[in-house]
């Protein structure tokens, strides 16, 4: 059976031209071991060592992503390239494989080759606008378009202030309550379920993903967990990163690995989810305020005029906080591995001449 990798989301002009491999999509990340689709249908993959862990760089694959491969109809096929990536999510890896800096130092992808993000919160005990504000800027980053979901609308009578207060965090957005036990709502997000569209999930656990998944789908395809009562929380259901392609055409992304997303690079994650903040800056009688002190400060008499709130700006301040140190750590780790590679390569060139000065000397003795 020939699979048409463009009901995967593949687009004919994503294929460089003269080479000679067969496109696929990674559909789950197991190690060092790929799961992919492809023409020739679903298979498993391995790196190229020569490609991925030689002198030249190539960003490893995540789930979403579009590759190259020299099928195997025998055994794993070989990876051979990352194609080029429309929209991503990174983790944050302060244990040394910071972004992209030198090519032992690899960036750590979560997902890739999104159309839309679905930003899950629960209208339980767990609903949090702030972590709704961490989410809106994150999926800005990322280049695909957010979209807010209020999950377990059933769980009460009047959740309108809840959907107010975060249209009014998120202008621009839609944002949707539903439910997935009811039904309700679910229709609402039709325009963004078309086939060989991608979606990626971003929530906490226990907000109801799987559930979501199984109401789009029409069929339970995703194990759910029940929440616990104490906190209205639960586990996370997914165990390993997985794309799925759901009866409907729909393309669905869902990752334990979500949780752990930190703020990499978000000057434009932040320009869009704080508009309403951005309008201020740079508005301020001195070029270098603070916003704290200064006279003439944008920002201080928006607050005070009731224009823009003080938590809104102190949610800014905090996720601005949170990037730059991001970016601090990440330049930190830049100048060490530099400094460790240098001080490898001094101690190479030092045994090399120790090794040569005692070899002349041998020479001599005999």
């Given at each position: 059976?020939?699979v048409?990798?463009?009901?995967?989301g593949?687009i004919?002009?994503m294929?460089?031209?003269?080479v000679?491999?067969?496109?696929a999509?990674?559909?789950?990340v197991?190690?060092?071991r790929?799961?992919i689709?492809c023409e020739y249908g679903?298979?498993f993959?391995?790196l190229k060592?020569?490609?991925?862990y030689?002198?030249g760089?190539?960003s490893f694959?995540?789930?979403?992503d579009f590759?190259?491969?020299?099928?195997n109809?025998?055994?794993?096929s070989l990876?051979?390239?990352?194609?080029?990536?429309?929209s991503?999510?990174a983790?944050?890896?302060?244990?040394?494989?910071?972004a992209?800096?030198?090519k032992?130092?690899?960036?750590q992808?979560?997902?890739?080759?999104?159309?839309?993000v679905?930003?899950m919160?629960?209208?339980?005990?767990?609903?949090?606008?702030?972590?709704?504000?961490?989410y809106?800027?994150?999926?800005?980053?990322s280049?695909?378009?957010?979209?807010?979901v209020l999950?377990k609308?059933?769980l009460?009578e009047?959740?309108?202030?809840?959907?107010?207060?975060?249209?009014?965090?998120a202008?621009?957005?839609?944002?949707?309550?539903v439910s997935a036990?009811?039904?309700?709502?679910?229709?609402?997000l039709?325009?963004?379920?078309?086939p060989r569209k991608?979606?990626?999930?971003?929530g906490s656990?226990?907000?109801?993903?799987?559930?979501?998944v199984n109401?789009?789908?029409?069929?339970?395809?995703?194990a759910?967990?029940?929440?616990?009562?104490?906190?209205?929380?639960?586990r996370?259901?997914?165990?390993h990163?997985?794309l799925?392609?759901l009866p409907?055409?729909?393309i669905?992304?869902?990752?334990p690995g979500?949780?752990?997303l930190?703020?990499?690079d978000?000057?434009t994650?932040?320009d869009?989810?704080?508009?309403d903040?951005?309008?201020?800056?740079?508005k301020?009688?001195f070029s270098?305020c603070?916003?704290?002190?200064?006279?003439?400060?944008?920002?201080?008499?928006?607050?005070?005029?009731g224009?823009?709130?003080?938590?809104?700006?102190k949610s800014?301040?905090?996720?601005?906080r949170?990037a730059?140190?991001?970016?601090n750590?990440?330049?930190?780790?830049?100048?060490?591995?530099?400094?460790?590679?240098?001080?490898?390569?001094?101690?190479?060139?030092i045994?090399?001449?120790?090794r040569?000065?005692n070899?002349?000397?041998?020479?001599v003795f005999?």
């Amino acid at each position: 059976m020939i699979v048409d990798l463009t009901d995967y989301g593949f687009i004919p002009t994503m294929m460089p031209e003269g080479v000679n491999a067969v496109p696929a999509r990674v559909t789950a990340v197991h190690k060092e071991r790929y799961e992919i689709i492809c023409e020739y249908g679903q298979t498993f993959g391995r790196l190229k060592a020569g490609i991925y862990y030689g002198d030249g760089y190539e960003s490893f694959p995540t789930v979403g992503d579009f590759v190259l491969i020299q099928y195997n109809f025998s055994g794993d096929s070989l990876i051979i390239k990352t194609l080029e990536r429309k929209s991503k999510f990174a983790r944050n890896d302060f244990s040394g494989h910071a972004a992209g800096f030198v090519k032992t130092v690899k960036e750590q992808l979560v997902a890739a080759n999104f159309d839309y993000v679905f930003i899950m919160a629960s209208l339980n005990r767990d609903f949090n606008l702030k972590r709704i504000e961490r989410y809106l800027t994150l999926a800005w980053q990322s280049g695909a378009i957010p979209v807010v979901v209020l999950t377990k609308a059933d769980l009460m009578e009047d959740f309108a202030e809840n959907v107010r207060a975060v249209e009014k965090i998120a202008p621009g957005v839609g944002v949707y309550p539903v439910s997935a036990k009811t039904g309700y709502g679910i229709d609402k997000l039709s325009d963004y379920l078309k086939p060989r569209k991608t979606i990626v999930f971003l929530g906490s656990s226990g907000v109801g993903k799987s559930s979501l998944v199984n109401a789009l789908a029409g069929e339970e395809i995703m194990a759910v967990n029940e929440i616990r009562e104490d906190d209205s929380r639960g586990r996370h259901t997914t165990t390993h990163r997985q794309l799925i392609k759901l009866p409907n055409g729909v393309i669905v992304i869902d990752t334990p690995g979500m949780r752990e997303l930190g703020m990499w690079d978000v000057n434009t994650g932040l320009d869009e989810a704080f508009t309403d903040v951005k309008g201020y800056l740079g508005k301020c009688r001195f070029s270098d305020c603070r916003h704290k002190t200064e006279p003439g400060c944008a920002i201080k008499e928006a607050i005070a005029n009731g224009e823009l709130s003080e938590e809104r700006w102190k949610s800014y301040q905090q996720i601005m906080r949170e990037a730059k140190f991001a970016e601090n750590k990440s330049v930190f780790l830049h100048d060490k591995s530099k400094r460790d590679k240098a001080i490898a390569q001094f101690s190479k060139q030092i045994n090399s001449k120790r090794r040569a000065g005692n070899q002349a000397d041998r020479d001599v003795f005999y």
